[in-house]
């Protein structure tokens, strides 16, 4: 018989594992269907940035919605998946980079997202294991990291526990609309499932989701280069960046430091993802020149994964221009980690009261339809 639900979720990344928990919360069934394993794509092999700071303000609502949910993550899904609240200090690189923090400055404020600006000596001072050659800084107290493996799989969990249907290694095939919503076909399985609201959060694979339906959208692949040290005496607090977006730099609290930059190669159809050694070797050049101190420290490992870019460097966050009852939130473009969280509780309300607090008015899909060549980008790759 054809199992029938409120929401069906293409997707068990951290987006679709979000979103079916807080559908369970808000009183509605859903049902999960992840072709791998839940968290096994983007969302478990990331950098672990839990960042506001340094984000495009189309997305500044939803992430600052999000860091309320991430300061809460033990009461919801029962772990607290090792998030910390380090901080996130981005370096200016010169006076103009430091203009341009004044400037985000404000606008994180509007958000009630509050950062410090540091002159260079009060940087030293501060973080004296910087190297001194930066102009200043930016410090966002509230933002931190987490580890990324553990995170989707708590929301799963927590969601099967409320009584979502989590189906992991189930593809999704074909999906057809009819007047009581959509029919999914799952790869070798006869009985297809019926929902009366869908959401997309298919990750790298969202547009070809999306296309099914008859959405439209350009969803190219990154794959951002990571490496880890060996475990070193506590040295750095925060998380690192730069303005510009190079590279990024966190010390975990076992001790292990991790560092992206960069990107190595991408193949969706396949599912493989690999690092680039060449990139690998300058990245580690530059994580020494932001801490001189991580000179002759042990790589113990390289790894990447298969992210989903749009073009303008933007998830697409709401509802099918077309199809009524569907929602997308894919392509987050490299920084969809830290906006997980809240991407799924505004997905939730969308699909089952069918609006949502949340402003995402800057991530619809139909922007793509209006775009013109004078409309602003986001900055360059940032995690
Ligand atoms: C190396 C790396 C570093 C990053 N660093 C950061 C960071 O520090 N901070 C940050 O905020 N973001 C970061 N990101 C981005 C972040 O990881 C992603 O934006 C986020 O995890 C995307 O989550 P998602 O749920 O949309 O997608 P995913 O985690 O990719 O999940 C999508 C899921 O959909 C499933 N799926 C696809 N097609 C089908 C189908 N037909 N049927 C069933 N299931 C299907 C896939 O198997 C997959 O599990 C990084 C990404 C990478 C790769």
Redesign the pocket.
């Known amino acids: 018989m054809t199992a029938s639900f409120d929401i069906a979720i293409?997707?068990?990344?951290?987006?679709?594992c979000s979103t079916a928990l807080h559908a369970c919360r808000m009183g509605g069934s859903a049902v999960l269907?992840?072709?791998?394993r839940?968290?096994?794509?983007?969302?478990?092999?990331?950098?672990?940035?839990?960042?506001q700071q340094g984000r495009h303000s189309a997305e500044l609502a939803l992430s600052r919605r999000s860091r309320s949910i991430w300061g809460n993550l033990h009461e919801l899904v029962g772990s607290d998946c090792e998030f910390r609240v380090t901080g996130h200090l981005k370096l200016a690189r010169d006076e103009t980079d430091m203009d341009d923090l004044l400037v985000h400055k404000a606008e994180l404020h509007t958000h009630g997202i509050e950062a410090d600006l540091l002159g260079a000596a009060d940087l030293r001072r501060r973080f004296p294991y910087v190297a001194p050659t930066y102009a200043g800084g930016s410090f966002c107290a509230e933002d931190g990291q987490a580890n990324?493996r553990l995170v989707?799989p708590a929301f799963a969990r927590a969601a099967a526990a409320l009584g979502a249907d989590i189906r992991e290694c189930?593809?999704?095939?074909q999906i057809e609309v009819s007047d009581q919503g959509f029919l999914l076909w799952l790869r070798g399985d006869p009985v297809p499932v019926r929902a009366r609201r869908l959401v997309n959060?298919?990750?790298?694979?969202?547009a070809?989701?999306a296309a099914l339906l008859g959405d439209y959208v350009d969803e190219t692949v990154m794959?951002?280069n990571?490496a880890v040290t060996e475990p070193i005496a506590p040295l750095i607090g925060p998380n690192l960046g730069i303005c510009g977006g190079g590279i990024y730099i966190r010390q975990t609290r076992q001790g292990s430091v991790v560092f992206?930059s960069g990107l190595g190669v991408a193949d969706r159809d396949r599912l493989k993802a690999r690092p680039l050694a060449d990139v690998t070797r300058e990245a580690a050049r530059s994580a020494i020149a932001m801490v001189p101190q991580l000179a002759n420290v042990l790589l113990v490992r390289t790894?990447?994964?298969?992210?989903g870019r749009m073009t303008d460097g933007l998830p697409v966050v709401g509802p099918s221009p077309r199809v009524k009852g569907l929602f997308h939130?894919?392509g987050?473009s490299?920084?969809?980690?830290?906006?997980?969280p809240a991407v799924g509780a505004v997905l939730a309300e969308l699909s089952l009261c069918g609006h949502s607090p949340t402003d995402i008015d800057g991530l619809s899909m139909s922007r793509f339809e209006k775009r013109s060549a004078a409309s602003p980008a986001a900055g360059p790759y940032s995690?």
């Open positions: 293409v997707g068990g990344g951290l987006a679709g269907l992840e072709r791998g839940c968290g096994a794509q983007a969302s478990g092999v990331n950098y672990g940035g839990v960042r990324p989707a189930c593809a999704v095939d959060t298919a990750g790298a694979w969202g070809a989701i794959a951002p990571m992206g790894w990447t994964g298969i992210e939130a894919f987050f490299g920084h969809g980690f830290q906006l997980g995690a």
